[in-house]
C-alpha cells in the first residue's frame, strides 16, 4: 500500500494533468456516443458546450445592451428591483429609448396636472389606488369584492413556485391591500398568511376535486367557508404562455404536502388536461359560474388568452340575454410568463395582449355589457406606462407574475421548468429556497406594488385625471410611423372605451366593498 501510495505521490502535477485529459480524450473518442463534437475534436469540444451553457449569462451581464433583452430587459427588471428596495429608481440624463420606434407609447399629458387638495386620500397616502369596480355588484352576488389595489398578484401555484416565495407574495400583498391568486395548485398554508386570496380553477380541480378527479362542489363550499380571505374565485380557461395545452406534474415533485393540498395522489404523474370536465360549451360555462357562485357568495370570474372570437360573441349574447355571466374577465396576453410551456405554444397561439385585449373589450361593448365586468389585464403589463395603456383600453386592474416574481428576487435566469432556480422562486429544493427571506422579500414585493401606484397615480394627474379609470383611448398615442402616421389608439384598435362610473377617490375609501387589510382602519 506505501508503496502504492509513494509511486502515486511521486507523480509531478503536470504528469496528472496529462491523465486526465488523455482519460477524457479515449472516453470522447471510444465510450461517449452522444456528442459528435467531443467524438470529433476530444477535449477542445468541451469547451464549445460549455461556453454554449453560460452564454445566456454572459449575454444579460457583459453583453446585451439595457434594452435588448426578453421577456424583460435590463432596465425593466432594474426598475423593479430598486422599487421593490425603495432605492433611486430614476433615470439620469433622459431616456434611452428610441421614442419613435414602431409601436411606443405615448401618453398625452395635460396643460395643468390633476391638482389634489390636503384632506384627498391620496395627499393621505400616496399609493391608495383601488379598483374603480367592484366585483360581483351587478350580478348581486352575496359578497361583493372591490379589489383594494389595481395591481395584484397573478396566478402561480404551490409548487411551480416554492413554499417561501408563496409565503412571501402573499405577506406582500397583505402590506399593499392586494390580493393574491393562488394559481392552479390549490390554496396552501402559504396562501394563508393575511393577504386577500382570488381563488383559481384550473382543469385538474387541484384542492376541490373529487377522488375520481372531476370538481367538488362540496369541496369547494368548505375551502371558502373556513377560508374567508377568499375573496373571488377565477375558473381558468387557458393562459396565454399555452392555451389549449394542458399540464403534467411530474411524480418526482409530489411531495406528501403537494398531494395533501391538491387532493391527489402520490407516486404518479398528475395531468391537467386541455378542457374542463364541469363543463363544455359556454351555456354550461355560464351555469357552472353561477352555480358556484351561488352556492359560496363570491364573485366569479373567467381567465383566458385570446385568439378566436365567436365562442365570446355567443358569451356576450348570453349574458345580454340571460342577465348572467362572470362577474370578472382576466385576459392574458400571448407574452404570458408560466412554469413551463413548450416553445411553440409560448411563442404562437394566442394573440399578444393589446390586440387580444382590444378584440374581446369590443365584443362586450358592443352589446353594452362592460360596466357589469371588471376587466383585468396581465401580460408584462406590471410596469406604470404600460398599464395606463391598458386602462386606456379598458382594463380596470392588473395581475402580474414574473414582475411579482423579480421584487422577490427572481434573476430572469429561465429555468422554472427545471427545479434548480437559483433564487430559490420557481423551486422545490429545500436548499436552493433557504436564502429566501420571508420578511424582508415580503417587505420587496409590497414596496414594489407600492411604488408602481405611487408612480401610476402620478402619470394619472399628469394627463388631468384622478383616476385611472378615466384615462380614453384618445389619451394614449402609439407610434406607427411619424408623427403624420402616429394614432390615437382608438384609431388604431377601432373603439372607444366606455366611461367607468367613477365619481372620487373618497367615495372608493369609503366603500363597504373594499378589500385589503386596511379597510377597517381608513
Ligand atoms: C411560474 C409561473 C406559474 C404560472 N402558473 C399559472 C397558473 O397556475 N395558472 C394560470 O392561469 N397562469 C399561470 N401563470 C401565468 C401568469 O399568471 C400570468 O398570466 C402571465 O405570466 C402574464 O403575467 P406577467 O407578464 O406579469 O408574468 C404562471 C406564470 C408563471 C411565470
Known amino acids: 500500500m506505501t508503496v502504492i501510495l509513494d509511486f502515486l505521490s511521486s ?37 464549445r458546450y460549455w461556453l454554449e451553457s453560460i452564454g445566456p449569462e454572459l449575454r444579460q451581464y457583459l453583453v446585451a445592451n439595457n434594452r435588448e433583452e426578453l421577456p424583460f430587459n435590463r432596465i425593466e427588471r432594474g426598475w423593479i428591483y430598486a422599487s421593490a428596495k425603495k432605492e433611486n429608481n430614476y433615470e439620469g440624463f433622459g431616456t434611452d429609448r428610441d421614442i419613435y420606434a414602431h409601436q411606443h407609447i405615448f401618453i398625452n399629458n395635460a396643460m395643468f396636472p390633476f391638482k389634489i387638495n390636503e384632506k384627498h386620500p391620496n395627499a393621505l397616502d400616496k399609493s391608495f389606488l383601488p379598483c374603480a369596480k367592484v366585483m360581483g355588484e351587478f350580478n348581486k352576488r352575496k359578497k361583493p369584492y372591490r379589489p383594494a389595489s389595481i395591481i395584484n398578484v397573478s396566478a402561480m401555484s404551490f409548487g411551480s413556485l416554492s413554499a417561501k416565495a408563496i409565503e412571501s407574495l402573499n405577506k406582500g400583498v397583505a402590506l399593499a391591500d392586494a390580493y393574491h391568486n393562488t394559481g392552479e395548485g390549490g390554496l396552501s398554508p402559504y396562501h394563508s398568511n393575511g393577504g386577500d386570496v382570488v381563488f383559481h380553477i384550473g382543469t385538474g380541480y387541484f384542492g376541490v376535486r373529487a377522488d375520481d378527479g372531476s370538481f367538488s362542489l362540496e369541496k369547494l363550499k368548505t375551502l371558502v367557508e373556513k377560508n374567508p380571505f377568499i375573496r373571488a374565485i377565477e375558473v381558468k380557461l387557458s393562459q396565454g404562455a399555452k392555451p389549449g395545452k394542458g399540464g403534467v406534474l411530474p411524480a418526482s415533485k409530489i411531495t406528501k404536502e403537494i398531494s395533501e393540498i391538491r387532493h391527489v395522489p402520490m ?46 360573441k355567443e358569451l356576450a349574447d348570453l349574458m345580454k340575454k340571460t342577465g348572467k355571466g362572470p362577474d370578472f374577465i382576466t385576459v392574458d396576453g400571448g407574452e404570458g410568463g408560466t412554469g413551463a410551456a413548450p416553445p411553440s405554444f409560448a411563442d404562437h397561439v394566442s394573440l399578444p395582449w393589446v390586440y387580444g385585449f382590444g378584440d374581446l373589450y369590443k365584443v362586450f361593448k ?57 433564487a430559490g422562486v420557481a423551486t422545490q429544493s429545500k436548499w436552493l429556497q433557504k436564502g429566501i427571506d420571508v420578511p424582508l422579500k415580503s417587505e420587496r414585493l409590497a414596496q414594489y406594488f407600492k411604488t408602481f401606484k405611487k408612480e401610476f397615480i402620478e402619470i394619472t394627474h399628469a394627463a388631468g385625471y384622478e383616476h385611472p379609470c378615466q384615462f380614453t383611448m384618445d389619451d394614449i398615442e402609439v407610434n406607427v410611423d411619424d408623427h403624420n402616421l402616429s394614432k390615437q389608439l382608438s384609431g388604431t384598435y377601432q373603439y372607444n372605451k366606455v366611461a367607468v362610473p367613477f365619481t372620487s377617490m373618497q367615495d372608493l375609501k369609503d366603500c363597504i366593498h373594499l378589500g385589503g387589510i386596511k379597510k377597517n382602519n381608513k
Do not use: Y
Open 267 to 312: 407516486g404518479q404523474d398528475v395531468l391537467s388536461p386541455p378542457n374542463h370536465s364541469a363543463f363544455s360549451n359556454v351555456k354550461e360555462m355560464v351555469d357552472f359560474i353561477e352555480l358556484i357562485a351561488e352556492e359560496t357568495g363570491l364573485p366569479v370570474g373567467i381567465k383566458a388568452a385570446i385568439g378566436k372570437l365567436n365562442q365570446w
Open 11 to 47: 507523480i509531478s502535477w503536470w504528469a496528472w494533468v496529462l491523465i486526465i485529459l488523455i482519460i477524457v480524450a479515449i472516453r470522447d473518442i471510444f465510450i461517449q456516443r452522444s456528442h459528435t463534437i467531443s467524438h470529433n475534436f476530444p477535449i477542445v469540444g468541451h469547451f
Open 366 to 422: 358592443e352589446k353594452g355589457l362592460t360596466e357589469r365586468i371588471v376587466f383585468i389585464g396581465s401580460g408584462k403589463l406590471g410596469f406604470p406606462g404600460k398599464a395606463a395603456m391598458a386602462f386606456a383600453m379598458g382594463a380596470d386592474c392588473i395581475n402580474v407574475a414574473r414582475e411579482a416574481m423579480m421584487s422577490i428576487g427572481c434573476i430572469q435566469a429561465q429555468v422554472c421548468h427545471t427545479n434548480r432556480c437559483p
